[in-house]
């Protein structure tokens, strides 16, 4: 099994979500419909494609920049999380 835990490992290393088609395209939002919610942190180095996928998303919308977080502090430090945001735009735009 260590064979598996090394070969996931690397692909892990390497993974690149912009290779990841054109679902993930800032242009893969335009002229849709649906409520669009976007979470950066505030010192993620991914953070200006979530800007780009905003500008480019219909209304309803919003984009959460986290404050003092980076793009790994919203995938496991439930502190920076923004529940209450996400909550309130989800009540709001998803009946």
Partial sequence: M???EQLSQSLLCCYDITLAGDLYL???YED??????IVAGEKAHSRYYSEDAYAAA??????????????????????????DK???????NLR
């Fill in 26 to 28: 800032p242009t893969h």
């Fill in 2 to 4: 260590a064979w598996m």
């Fill in 86 to 92: 996400l909550e309130q735009f989800f009540n709001t």
């Fill in 32 to 37: 849709k419909k649906n409520p669009a919610v």
């Fill in 58 to 83: 219909s209304e309803p919308k919003e984009l959460l920049i986290v404050s003092g977080a980076d793009h790994v502090d919203l995938y496991d430090n439930m502190e920076k999380i923004p529940f």
